[in-house]
């Protein structure tokens, strides 16, 4: 079946840029996403990005995907302390509308 | 604030009880899902229903039962739990074929 694989942690310096990074298998996905959860809470949808786009960029976050590695990346610029979360990146395939998500990326931004 | 909501926040229950976590969206949305989160574990997609009719069964034990009265509003009833069932239960719901809004989740401890 489809796998989605993330990198566990990731620590950096507020003001730095963050780069979270997330491979998928499934070669029929149409759209890739970046849910953020924070303590306690629910997902909450970043952004989303066509399988038929290479980026994407919306105010501090960019989302890259090289289709043909099958590797989604999101890059936060100007990292806050707010931004400290669990990252996770999903794909939806053609053929319904589930997705499958990734262990998530522990993003922890140190002041 | 997603639109979708879920009740109780918090939950604790003992393995005999019997209970039921309540999901609720007026997004107008035809897609609802259960999902479990655990320490440690990828999200764990337990349930989808579409237009009412239930479209995903992951192989769920019997002690979870979903509901789906109407397109608004997704129960899941748990009986004689175990304590591996502790997690965060989120709910969510999408229109076709786009991203799924979640709600806050439902904490539940069972003891």
């Known amino acids: 079946g489809e796998d989605v694989e993330q990198s566990l942690f990731l620590s950096v310096r507020e003001g730095d840029s963050s780069v979270i990074n997330c491979t998928y298998t499934d070669s029929s996905s149409t759209y890739l996403y970046w849910y953020k959860q924070e303590p306690g809470a629910g997902l909450q949808l970043l952004t989303y990005i066509f399988s038929n786009m290479d980026m994407k960029q919306d105010q501090r976050l960019t989302v890259l995907l090289n289709k043909k590695d099958k590797h989604l990346s999101l890059r936060i610029a100007d990292t806050q302390t707010g931004d400290s979360a669990i990252y996770f990146c999903?794909?939806?395939?053609?053929?319904?509308?589930?997705?499958?998500f990734g262990g998530g990326t522990r993003l922890m931004v140190k002041p | 604030e997603t639109g979708v909501t879920q009740t109780p926040r918090h939950l604790v229950m003992g393995m005999t009880n019997k209970k039921s976590l309540k999901c609720e969206q007026h997004?107008?949305?035809?897609?609802m899902y259960w999902y479990k989160q655990s320490a440690k574990k990828p999200l764990e997609l337990m349930f989808v229903?579409?237009?009412?009719?239930?479209?995903e069964n992951n192989s769920v034990p019997s002690r979870f039962s979903p509901e789906c009265p109407n397109s608004s509003h997704l129960f899941l009833h748990l009986h004689t739990l175990q304590p591996e069932d502790s997690a965060l239960y989120l709910c969510a719901s999408s229109p076709e074929n786009t991203e799924a809004f979640f709600g806050q989740g439902t904490r539940l401890t069972v003891v």
């Open positions: 229903y579409n237009f009412k009719e239930q479209t």
């Open positions: 997004l107008g949305h035809n897609a």
């Open positions: 999903a794909e939806k395939d053609n053929a319904g509308n589930m997705l499958t």
